[in-house]
């Protein structure tokens, strides 16, 4: 199984879930919200557990000051997460600040030979997709819970973006009509946990078993062959990134 997206210091329990998906044979990317988190998040890694260097755009306002921590800490790893834009009205006030961060990060990762960059895009899809088009050489696009329109998938798409979907993003009818359209080949599970929610309770890691049932039935495909496209295309992203 792959959890492609999750807080995982953000659990009450970080240690047990770390200790728990490690027992599953699950392989995840622990996504960060500041990068004063990192190094913390870090010490929770696995064989199969890795850890992303993150600035989420609802913090970028208060947090602005952590850009030049980001740029320190940059070069310790290969993955860059969760960054991006939230166009939210309650993020209006802070819509200048997240700008200058996103294009500051992307400029960063660029400069360091691109990196693998998991994507928050809320009710911003074209100002996210707009940066990455201005800076290609960013690395590999991965828009987390995708919630933008069939016209703005299909740039995304031409523009070489990957896609993590998860449990709650599959729930509903919109989002499995949108995971219908993404590439098979360019699409991996999340669970977005604690945030992403299963049966009123917080998503876990191992919850995206949930969203892999979906895909199979989406694809056309028995269990065991949705499994095997997406650990394929997670091999495949790994390798183009020359992460392990």
Known sequence: MIDFHCHLDLYPDPWRVAERSEQLGL?????????????????LERDRIHTALGFHPQLALER??????????????????????????????????????????LRLCADRGGRILTLHSRRATEPVLDRIEAVPDAGTPVLHWFSGSAGELRRAIDLGCWFSVGPSMLAGKRGRALAARMPR??????????????????AFPWDVDRAVRVLAETWGMDLREAEQQLENNLDRLMETAGAS
């Open 27 to 43: 392989r995840l990317l622990s996504v960060t919200t500041v990068p004063s988190a990192w190094s913390g998040t870090a010490a």
């Open 185 to 202: 080949d360019r699409v991996l599970t999340e669970s977005d946990g604690p945030f992403g929610r299963v049966e009123s309770r917080s």
């Open 64 to 105: 602005v000051k952590e850009i030049s921590l980001f740029a320190e800490l940059l070069p310790r790893t290969r993955f860059v997460g969760e960054v991006g834009l939230d166009g939210a009205p309650e993020f209006r006030a802070s819509w200048h600040a997240q700008v200058e961060i996103f294009e500051r990060i």
